[in-house]
Structure formats: C-alpha cells, structure tokens
C-alpha cells in the first residue's frame, strides 16, 4: 500500500472513530443538503460518493434535489421568506452580492470557529499546504467571518488565458521570428497581407483574429502588454506599494491605442474584429483552408479539429514590455469562488455538516468528483489494471503519473448517466498537481495534444507575468452597489470609445483629454477608491 493510500486511510479512520463515538452516545447525525439535479448522475442519495462520505464521517446525508434550472432562485425565495423550508446545509455557488443578502439574512451561519480549529478542518488546512495559496484570508469576508467550503482548481491551462499560438509553417515560410516588440509585428503582420502563404491565389491571409469585449479579446491585452500591462478582466494594475489604478486612462495605454488603429487602417488586421461576435469570430477562424497567423486564447482548440493545419500553432512569447524589458502576459492566477457548501441556520448539528465539506476538499475527494470510482473509472499508478505502464506518461511534461483514468471521455464528455460521482456538484480542491499528474497514454497522444501541454509548460514556468495582479476582491454590499453603478457605465462608455478610436472615426491624440475628463465624470475615482478599499483590506 502506498504511503498517500495509507495516510488517507488513516485520516478516515480517526475521523469515523471520532464520529462513532459520538454516535455511540447519540444517534448518528442526519444532515439534510440542498442540491441541482444534474441530468448525468442517477440518485444523489445512493450515489458511490455519498456511500463514502457516510462511511467515513458516520453520517446519514440526505439531498433535496430541486431543478437546476432555477435553483438558485428556488435557495434565493427561501432565504427572502426567513429561510424556515431550508435544510441544513447548500451545495451552491452565490454571486457575490446574493451571498452578502444571505450574510444579512442571517439564514447562512459563519464557520469561522471550525476553519480555526485543524481537528475540525484537517483537509481543509492540507489544502492550503497542497495548493500553497492561503485561501483562507480569500474567502474572509469583510465581517472578518468565514462562511463557506469553496471551489479551487488551480489550472496551468486557465491561468494564462491569452497564450500566443502562431502558425510555425508560415512563419519558417516567411524566414521570420516570433516577434518581441510592436516594431517586429508591424513587420510580420506586413508579410502575411504580402505573401499567398496558403497557396490558394487569394489575398485572404490574415494576420491575428480575434473580437472584442469578451469575445476572445487576447489579441488586444496581447498588444497592449506592450505598453502597460492590460491582462487584468477590468484593465486593474498594481504598483509596488500595493496602490491600484487602471491602464485605460494612461498616456501608454493611448500609444497602445495609435499602434493598434495604424494596423487597423493598414489592413494588417481585420475590422471586423472590432464588431463580430462569437459565432463569426469562429467563422474567420474556420475557413475552408487556413488564412490565420496568429490567435490568443488558452489553445488553439477553437479550430475545427478536422482542420488539420491546427497542428501548425505553436506557443510563443508574448511582446516585450517596455518599461520592464520583459515579455509580459495575461495571468489569472486560480482562486477560490463564492463558495459552494453553506450550512445553514437550521442545522442542529454544525459540525457535522462541516466535516462533510471538509472531507470533499481532500485531494481524493478532488479526484473522485471529476473523474469518478476509484477502481472503476481510474487507479492510482500503483492499481492501474490492464494498461501498458510503460506507455503512460503525465499529461503535463516534467510531472509523475499519479493515476490513470481508464475512460475519460465516456465518464466526462458523454453525458452517460452514471451513479458514482457528483460531477463537481459541491467544493472541491484541486491543486495543479492533480491533473497535471493524470496518466495519458503515449502512443495515444495526438500532436495537437501535445503541444497544448507543451504551451502550458511554457507560460507555467516562464518569467512572463506581471509582478503584482488582483486575485479577487471581496466587496461589502454597499461596495457592490457602488462598483456595479459605475463600472457598468465606464465599461459600456470605455468600449465604444476604444471601438472608434481604432476604427479610426475619432482621433486619439484630438479627443483624448476629452476622453479622459468623462472617465472622471462617469466616477472613476468613486470606483477606484471602492476597488482601493477592498483590496487594501484582503491583501495589506
């Protein structure tokens, strides 16, 4: 037995006896959950999950089950008529304003006492050695009080969204690099609108694709990195001192803008990026034969895989900045989300219902709610049945293999109805380990796959990110109302101001002081000093 199996072992153990004492007194605990059906998994009450939790915890877990369509509503109607119909405890995830109505409400309780306490939450406290993230301070609220078990899965492929994936035929074909400063892209991006490096007679070469305003916008934070960094989701930026500004009202950000409107006027990149949504954005991508020379996103799986000149993108490094005369790129490092495990009011035995939550965010409990059974839908290396070990390998380069699922695809993408796995219903903590870890086999690897781990590798361990980025923000309720107000107005008034500068319909260097001066009218100081406050209180 391996030293992993035998310490999980040996954790359930004190933890069931613990329990069973207490059950020899009283009777065992019945913790009643509030949970979405999910079409793929048969009866949350006999789930292979729920046996094992109740076996290790000696509970006696009973789910209500609600339509997943509106359920959120349905936990929303309960908490607003005084939260009597609620059962013990939710698996849910609130946005951040539906969870400050539930912490004003008094319907949710905190669980500071038992996050304190390492007998009550040992896998909760393992994860924060395991993940190397003090998540704890991150899902503090500002009452001081924690309230929920969250979700983290830290994603080498997720946490640089906006990888450069260049098409290394056309560029051996045009004997050019991958260029490091705007200059060098002009240049290239020249060549491809020059060059019929598809052979087909057209002048349909395009040199980078993309959208905007959240329709794969990685072109634009991959240009303006160049300038200021521009890879935070609402253009935040970090000094040393810990003071948070944003990039968009800045005189780099203009002289990203001017360099990006000469290559929209010279053609060297469509304007239709600047319009399109996301089903003609795919459409550009998708053409009958290859045009594109460059995308940013997580991947290239945006390509039709029938599309077989989608072997031909490689990662490559982003553009210099600068001022720091490093590459510079987007990067989301993983956090942790509203929560997904609440107990509420109603519960007459707290504790209990905790160690459930507990228990789901060990690194086993990780595993099992993504890939399923141990033993049926995957093994630790050691227990892998009928498989060529010599022809597995880790499906990130320079991890071991710590265990093999046997059929991904038909647990996970089939939508088969199983009984064994919640399905990541519930919290969960996975750190980058995990997957990263999972077996694949070698010789049925394909090229495309490869190189997707290959980027993740790249951007993973190279020295592209910014020195400081905002991992999350945590708001009061009266913080929410003031940053929604404003920000929904700044956002909409920044993005069509930034559509006609590069357009070419308004001159930047003519309306930029006008620009600016009606980012200060709509309340930009008002929302920095809302952003300032929460960030100051989570990170200072």
């Known amino acids: 037995m391996s030293v992993r199996k035998l310490l999980?072992?040996?954790?359930?153990?004190?933890?069931?006896?613990?329990?069973?004492?207490?059950?020899?007194?009283?009777?065992?605990?019945?913790?009643?959950?509030?949970?979405?059906?999910?079409?793929?998994?048969?009866?949350?009450?006999?789930?292979?999950?729920?046996?094992?939790?109740?076996?290790?915890?000696?509970?006696?877990?009973?789910?209500e089950v609600y339509p997943a369509t509106d359920y959120n509503t349905k936990i929303n109607m309960m908490i607003q008529s005084g939260g009597a119909e609620l059962p013990d405890a939710?698996?849910?995830?609130?946005?951040?304003?539906?969870?400050?109505s539930w912490i004003d409400s008094g319907c949710i309780i905190p669980l500071t006492e038992y996050y304190a306490d390492p007998e009550i939450s040992p896998n909760l406290h393992e994860a924060v050695e395991r993940t190397g993230v003090d998540f704890f301070a991150q899902i503090t609220q500002p009452d001081g009080n924690i309230y929920s078990v969250p979700t983290l899965n830290q994603s080498y492929g997720n946490e640089h969204p906006y990888k450069l994936f260049y098409n290394e035929k056309w560029l051996a074909a045009?004997?050019?690099?991958?260029?490091?400063?705007?200059?060098?892209?002009?240049?290239?991006?020249?060549?491809v609108k020059n060059t019929d490096l598809n052979g087909n007679g057209k002048a349909d070469e395009i040199g980078m694709v993309g959208g905007m305003n959240g329709v794969y916008p990685g072109w634009f934070s991959y240009i303006m990195n160049a300038y200021i960094y521009a890879g935070d989701s609402n253009y935040f930026v970090v000094d040393d001192e810990g003071t948070v500004t944003v990039a968009y009202n800045t005189e780099a950000w203009k002289e990203g803008l001017k360099f990006m409107a000469k290559l929209f006027a010279e053609d060297l990149i469509p304007k239709e990026i600047l319009t399109q949504d996301n089903n003609q954005y795919l459409a550009m991508?998708?053409?009958?034969?290859?045009?594109?020379?460059?995308?940013?996103?997580?991947?290239?799986?945006?390509?039709?895989?029938?599309?077989?000149?989608?072997?031909?993108?490689?990662?490559?490094?982003?553009?210099?900045?600068?001022?720091?005369?490093?590459?510079?790129?987007a990067f989301r490092p993983s956090v942790p989300n509203n929560g997904s495990f609440f107990i509420t009011k109603n519960c007459k035995n707290p504790e209990a219902a905790f160690r459930i939550g507990d228990l789901m965010v060990s690194e086993y409990f990780g595993i099992v709610t993504r890939w399923g059974q141990e033993g049926v839908d995957w093994d630790y290396l050691e227990n892998v049945k009928d498989v060529d070990l010599s022809d597995l390998t880790a499906n990130v380069p320079g991890y071991d293999v710590l265990f093999y699922p046997y059929n991904d695809a038909k647990f996970w993408s089939s939508g088969e109805i199983q009984n064994r796995s919640y399905i990541q219903t519930g919290p969960y903590i996975r750190e980058y380990a995990i997957a990263n870890s999972m077996g694949i086999s070698q010789s049925g690897a394909t090229a495309f796959s490869k190189r997707?781990?290959?980027?993740?590798?790249?951007?993973?361990?190279?020295?592209?990110?910014?020195?400081?980025?905002?991992?999350?923000?945590?708001?009061?309720?009266?913080?929410?109302?003031?940053?929604?107000?404003?920000k929904t107005t700044l956002d909409t008034y920044r993005n069509e101001m930034t559509a006609n500068f590069l357009a070419g319909n308004v001159d930047i260097d003519a309306e930029w002081d006008n620009y600016v001066a009606e980012l200060e009218n709509i309340g930009l100081s008002e929302l920095l000093e809302v952003v300032q406050a929460a960030y100051d209180r989570m990170y200072k």
Not at 14 to 39: D, F, Q, Y
Request: aromatic share 6%; net charge negative; hydrophobic share 40%.
């Open 8 to 63: 999980s072992l040996i954790l359930a153990c004190m933890m069931c006896l613990s329990l069973c004492l207490i059950a020899g007194a009283e009777e065992i605990p019945v913790i009643t959950i509030a949970i979405a059906e999910k079409t793929n998994v048969e009866d949350h009450n006999t789930n292979w999950t729920t046996l094992q939790l109740e076996e290790k915890l000696g509970i006696d877990i009973q789910f």
């Open 285 to 329: 991508l998708n053409s009958e034969e290859c045009t594109t020379m460059m995308l940013l996103y997580t991947s290239p799986s945006r390509i039709n895989a029938a599309n077989e000149w989608r072997n031909d993108f490689v990662a490559g490094q982003p553009l210099v900045n600068r001022d720091t005369g490093k590459p510079l790129t």
């Open 174 to 191: 045009l004997d050019a690099q991958v260029p490091t400063t705007p200059e060098e892209l002009y240049d290239l991006l020249v060549k």
């Open 452 to 486: 997707n781990a290959e980027a993740n590798v790249l951007y993973q361990t190279s020295d592209w990110n910014p020195d400081h980025v905002i991992p999350m923000l945590i708001y009061t309720q009266d913080e929410t109302e003031v940053y929604t107000d404003i």
């Open 90 to 100: 939710l698996f849910v995830t609130p946005s951040l304003s539906e969870l400050n």
